[in-house]
Structures are given as structure tokens and as C-alpha cells.
């Protein structure tokens, strides 16, 4: 009997520690010098180095002066990475129907003088409840709104969401993209400059 525990507590050792602890760590210091940004969660800093947040997780922005993302089916709370989910809400239910309503409501009334279409990505949720980016037609449904709460011109608003926007990843692969929280981030510091 002995025999068999002896290398059986050896084996189960040297795997625990190989798998356990040097595989972990040899993996993170490889992406951390190769991809350090990406390896600290793609965070993003405010000009005074406040954390405000990260590249790859949406947020909830409702105030008017802010482009406002995709919608986040998460709860309690919007974009809680710790809830990530779709609603689940099929085409024919009526709690779609009505929460898709409620935002077009919303969009409406912050912008009374848009008629123009809303695009679907602003009043739908995503599959994951925590998409950080917006479709370039989303953008610029907006752009009329914000220029006109921040007193800057149409132009240079839709020229910071030319700037911004993101073409499809080698060429092919997705379709082009905005961020929005880069996007504002952007958009206040081009207010706070003299």
C-alpha cells in the first residue's frame, strides 16, 4: 500500500504546483510583457489619471452631454460584468416590445428635434449586457444632441466620431465600431481645452 501513495502524493504535488502555480505564473508574466494593457483589463484613465473605467465594458451614460451606448439587459444594475447576460426576450414577447419602447421614449425626449430613424443598437440589448461600443449610425443619431447641449459645432462633433471610429479588425473581420466611452472621454477633453 505504501507503494501506491508515495507516488501517487508525488504525482499529485508536482502537478498541483506545476499547474497550480508555475504554469499561472509564467502565463501572466508573458502577457503582461507582451500585451501590458491588455493584460490589466484595457483600462481607461481621466487627464487627472482617475480610473474611469475599462475599453471592454460598456456604461451607462444618461446624461444628455454624453453619447449614450448600447442598452445593458444586466441587473440590477446596467453593465455589471458580474450579471453578464442577454434578456433572453424573444421577438414576440411583449417585455421587449415595452423596454424597447421605454428607450426610444427616452431617446425621443432628450433629443425632441431628431425624427430621423433610431438605429436598433440603441434600443436593444446586446447577448453579454456589456457592450463598450456603438455602430458608427448610432454615433451620429446623436451627434445633433450633443452638439447642441455642449454649445460646440455639428461638424467638429461628428468629426471627433469620424476620429474615433474603429474600421472592421484586419479589414474583414466585424463591422466598424465606436467606443463609447473613449468617445466621451475624448469629447471632454476637447471641451475643457482653452
Do not use: C
Not at 27 to 54: N, W
Not at 81 to 90: D, E, F, K, R, V
Not at 153 to 164: E, F, G, K, N, Y
Not at 183 to 192: E, F, I, P, R, T
Request: proline fraction near 9%; charged fraction near 15%; glycine fraction near 8%.
Amino acid at each position: 500500500m505504501k507503494t501506491l501513495i508515495r507516488p501517487a502524493l508525488t504525482l499529485f504535488v508536482s502537478l498541483s504546483v506545476m499547474t497550480g502555480l508555475i504554469y499561472p505564473l509564467l502565463v501572466t508574466g508573458i502577457s503582461q510583457a507582451v500585451f501590458p494593457t491588455e493584460a490589466a483589463g484595457s483600462l481607461l484613465f481621466s487627464e487627472g489619471g482617475k480610473l474611469v473605467g475599462s475599453r471592454l465594458i460598456g456604461q451607462n451614460f444618461t446624461d444628455p452631454k454624453y453619447f449614450w451606448g448600447r442598452p445593458s439587459a444586466t441587473g440590477p444594475y446596467p453593465n455589471n460584468a458580474a450579471a453578464s447576460s442577454g434578456s433572453n426576450l424573444g421577438p414576440l414577447n411583449p417585455a421587449l416590445k415595452e423596454a424597447v419602447e421605454a428607450r426610444v421614449k427616452a431617446l425621443r425626449e432628450a433629443d425632441p428635434g431628431n425624427t430621423a430613424p433610431i438605429p436598433v443598437d440603441l434600443v436593444t440589448a446586446s447577448a453579454s449586457g456589456l457592450d463598450p461600443q456603438i455602430s458608427p449610425a448610432a454615433a451620429a443619431y446623436q451627434i445633433a444632441r450633443i452638439a447642441r447641449v455642449r454649445g460646440l459645432p455639428p461638424d467638429a462633433v461628428r468629426t471627433l466620431v469620424a476620429q474615433q471610429t474603429a474600421d472592421r479588425q484586419w479589414g474583414l473581420l466585424g463591422e466598424p465600431r465606436v467606443n463609447v466611452l473613449e468617445l466621451n472621454l475624448v469629447l471632454d477633453h476637447l471641451q475643457s481645452r482653452p
